[in-house]
């Protein structure tokens, strides 16, 4: 079925190196992906939204690239921080729900001082 | 500002309890969802008003589980019974919908054990 994926369900990396969370989706139709944080026992938080007909975004240390010819979204993080460990969740919008977010299963994001 | 609110933030109850979670959307928002996590199932979709209705509750379980907007500042997620196997994280989340590309603002949760 449709569904949104990970590909690393884990990634450790060191205080100041740029990080890169990667996540494959099914749906062609899907037009809208938004990247969420969700810290140990908080809610998800809002990173960055990207449209389709863009490749790529910026926002303060961080940038969504879409590539739709293969289906895939990957967030980096530049300088990377303590404070950005925590789970990371892409979420697709489909077009013919156009309320409903479909949720990849999450990578946990460690950050090394 | 204020974010999406929610309470309890955390419940421990009997299992055959009823459960009532609540929730205020972001003043301004129209649209609000109601999600369940766990670890095995990660977030799911239980229901989704618009307008303080109802659009689509096909994530909801089972008849346990039932929710209401009374107006579009509140809402609650009753479960009655409950079960231990509804032991999750319940997250309220909202947005303005103003066509494809809706951002939802999730609160902070509500962890729900029941024993």
């Known amino acids: 079925g449709e569904s949104v994926g990970l590909h690393l369900p884990t990634l450790s990396v060191q205080e100041g190196d740029n990080s890169i969370i990667n996540c494959a989706y099914s749906n062609s139709a899907s037009d809208y992906f938004i990247w969420y944080k969700q810290e140990s026992g908080k809610g998800p938080q809002f990173i960055i939204d990207i449209r389709s007909n863009m490749d790529k975004r910026q926002g303060q240390r961080v940038t969504v690239l879409l590539n739709k010819t293969v289906k895939h979204l990957s967030l980096q993080i530049a300088a990377t921080q303590p404070g950005d460990s925590a789970v990371y969740f892409c979420?697709?919008?489909?077009?013919?729900?156009?309320?409903?977010?479909?949720f990849g299963k999450g990578t946990l994001l460690t950050v090394n001082p | 500002d204020a974010g999406v609110i929610q309470s309890p933030r955390h419940e421990v109850t009997e299992m055959g309890q009823e459960v009532t979670l609540r929730c205020k959307p972001i003043?301004?928002?129209?649209?609000l969802f109601w999600y369940r996590q766990t670890m095995m199932r990660g977030l799911e979709l239980l229901i989704y008003f618009n307008n303080n209705v109802p659009i689509d509750d096909s994530g909801m379980p089972e008849d346990r589980f039932s929710a209401k907007m009374p107006n579009a500042s509140f809402s609650t997620l009753k479960i009655q019974p409950s079960e231990p196997r509804d032991s999750a994280v319940y997250f309220c989340?909202?947005?303005?919908?103003?066509?494809?590309?809706?951002?939802?603002?999730f609160g902070e949760g509500s962890w729900l054990t029941v024993v």
């Open positions: 003043s301004g928002h129209n649209s």
């Open positions: 989340a909202s947005s303005f919908r103003q066509g494809v590309g809706n951002t939802i603002y």
């Open positions: 979420a697709e919008n489909i077009i013919d729900s156009n309320y409903k977010l479909t």
